[in-house]
């Protein structure tokens, strides 16, 4: 069975750095689309970045040139940088894999890690 499991998160000042982790366990998601999301309590989860099995990067506007997605197959590991934190990316970020190569369906859904960020 897969299983992600994030780690990474804490409380920031505002213009602070973190890095979540998403370690994959149960099967390998090197060549396979993964991403993450967010979600705030009472609101529907959003999109923050993914990559595709060839390594394309795509973000929400809301972290674009802030948050960079990256990953390390050796590890099975995904990775996602952030920067310049504001009090809006304030969530709880869940990693997402798929089980199909060539399209995201996100089917396996981690834990999730919280972040917050102080203003």
């Known amino acids: 069975q897969a299983q992600l499991a994030e780690s990474g998160g804490g409380l920031v000042q505002a213009g602070g750095s973190l890095r979540l982790s998403c370690t994959a366990s149960?099967?390998?998601?090197?060549?396979?689309?993964m991403g993450w999301f967010r979600q705030v309590p009472g609101k529907d989860r959003e999109f923050v970045a993914s990559?595709?099995?060839?390594?394309?990067?795509r973000y929400a506007d809301s972290v674009k040139g802030r948050f960079t997605i990256s990953r390390d197959n050796a590890k099975n590991t995904l990775y996602l940088q952030m920067n310049s934190l504001k009090a809006e990316d304030t969530a709880v970020y869940h990693c997402?894999?798929?089980?199909?190569?060539?399209?995201?369906?996100?089917?396996?859904w981690g834990q999730g890690t919280q972040v917050t960020v102080s203003s």
């Open positions: 149960g099967r390998t998601f090197s060549t396979y689309p």
């Open positions: 997402v894999g798929s089980r199909d190569r060539f399209w995201a369906t996100y089917d396996y």
């Open positions: 990559l595709t099995w060839g390594g394309s990067s």
